[in-house]
């Protein structure tokens, strides 16, 4: 199996990674007690032994040893000859060595101390090298209404909120994607943004190659999903359901290619909203008013940005709204889904992968989490950020400023988005080859 390939942008710290358990010694260590133990033992033994060669000098049952031993005694004869003076030869190295085992004891030695500094985990998803392709690890799990079943395939993926996160509960990371490593220097220099104004984030760029492997990988339990992603041969399709899938998986922020970051991420919740528990952040694209009973909704949130937690009961509504269209459209022309072409396709690319049907599938999720209906009503002329459930939704200069003619009464641009995509001109040219296609009928 290909290897997937991440192309690291930026000067970001790789983290400290754990040193290995040093060894200890083979020659011992100069401050462990035990050498001093070893030392004054010996010293009171030599004691010990001069008091039996003592003993024994002036005993009457060894007296053809007595001219020798008292040549080799090396104690002066006052002091073998005096209780007082034997009592002092046995003390004073105790007394000594209790002084010197007091003065050095360490109850933890040098080499286990160092043992003990060395880090033993590395749950920072920050500080990690990254590894995009391996299942994310069971973390502690909050409740979620069953709405859905897109899940990734580790089910004890449940988003878990993170202390120090720029957004409460949401993967400081940053997610794009692209056909090959090889970037335009506008797109070097839009990426850049995102890394000066969030240097805590991680940043994962994913080729087609390792976009597979990440989403065989993160949804073995999903083989509806996996054949989809696969089998589907229409590039945007493909990029569009990969960015939610991406996001569901591991959670963090995605932004397409041509959007730089104006603000720090850190800095797009009000303060009101920052301990709530946000399972994804929107932006109004078009912003219109409410329609009437009835009628499709009018406005549309963009997702060229959005942010979202791992697992979020918000964007498992969207895959899986997005992967049953696909199924849908292609049962409709009477093939698979490896076959269809961007001519079968009876509505706009927005509404089978893109913006809107994400919109439609967002609102869903809401009225199932809320118990009513949510539409323009809820959310039309918002001048600052607002909570819908558990949705934060965005005015509409803060992702889309150019599309809502740059208002100045909704506060600061978040992203700017450079519309350099080339996926408009396939959309338009497949649209002219069905009109033609219908006209010579």
Not at 38 to 43: C, D, E, K
Not at 86 to 106: A, E, H, K
Not at 145 to 150: A, E, M, R
Not at 262 to 274: A, F, H, N
Request: glycine share 6%.
């Amino acid at each position: 199996m290909k290897q997937p390939h991440f192309h690291p942008r930026g000067s970001r710290e790789e983290g400290n990674i754990p040193l290995s358990n040093p060894q200890p010694s083979k020659r011992g260590n100069n401050n462990d007690p035990a050498l001093f133990l070893n030392g004054w033992t010996l010293s009171l033994r030599c004691a010990w032994s001069a008091e039996i060669i003592s003993l024994l000098s002036s005993h009457p049952r060894y007296p053809h040893e007595s001219s020798s031993l008292r040549t080799s005694s090396m104690l002066p004869s006052t002091l073998r000859s005096s209780r007082y003076g034997r009592f002092v030869i046995l003390t004073i190295p105790l007394l000594v060595f209790s002084c010197l085992l007091f003065l050095t004891w360490d109850p933890l030695p040098g080499r286990l101390r160092q043992q003990s500094q060395v880090p033993t985990s590395q749950s920072d998803p920050v500080s990690q090298v990254p590894q995009a392709v391996e299942p994310s690890k069971g973390e502690a799990s909050h409740p979620k209404p069953p709405v859905s079943t897109s899940k990734p395939s580790s089910s004890k993926i449940t988003g878990d909120i993170a202390d120090g996160d720029a957004i409460l509960g949401i993967t400081d990371k940053l997610w794009q994607s692209a056909k090959d490593p090889h970037l335009s220097d506008d797109q070097d220099k839009w990426i850049n943004t995102w890394l000066e104004k969030n240097p805590s984030f991680r940043y994962e760029l994913l080729t087609d190659d390792s976009a597979a492997t990440f989403v065989r990988t993160h949804y073995a339990s999903r083989p509806d999903i996996i054949e989809v992603f696969e089998t589907l041969p229409i590039p945007i399709l493909r990029a569009d359901l990969l960015r939610y899938l991406l996001v569901l998986a591991e959670g963090g922020v995605w932004s397409d290619l041509d959007v730089t970051c104006d603000k720090p991420v850190g800095e797009w919740v009000p303060t009101e909203y920052k301990n709530a528990r946000i399972e994804m952040i929107v932006g109004l694209e078009f912003d219109f008013e409410w329609r009437g009973e009835g009628t499709e909704i009018a406005s549309q949130f963009c997702n060229w940005v959005f942010a979202a937690p791992r697992s979020s009961r918000v964007l498992q509504v969207v895959v899986d709204a997005v992967v049953a269209k696909l199924k849908e459209i292609a049962a409709m022309n009477n093939v698979q889904v490896k076959d269809l072409t961007l001519e079968m396709l009876p509505i706009d690319v927005v509404n089978v992968t893109g913006p809107k049907i994400m919109t439609i599938a967002i609102l869903d999720s809401l009225q199932q989490l809320l118990g009513r209906t949510v539409d323009d009503r809820d959310f039309h002329g918002i001048k600052k950020p607002k909570l819908i459930g558990d949705v934060l939704i965005m005015p509409g200069v803060a992702f889309a400023a150019s599309q809502n003619g740059y208002p100045q009464d909704q506060g600061d641009a978040l992203v700017t988005h450079h519309y350099a995509g080339s996926w408009k001109q396939a959309d338009a040219e497949a649209k002219e080859k069905k009109k033609q296609k219908q006209n010579g009928r």
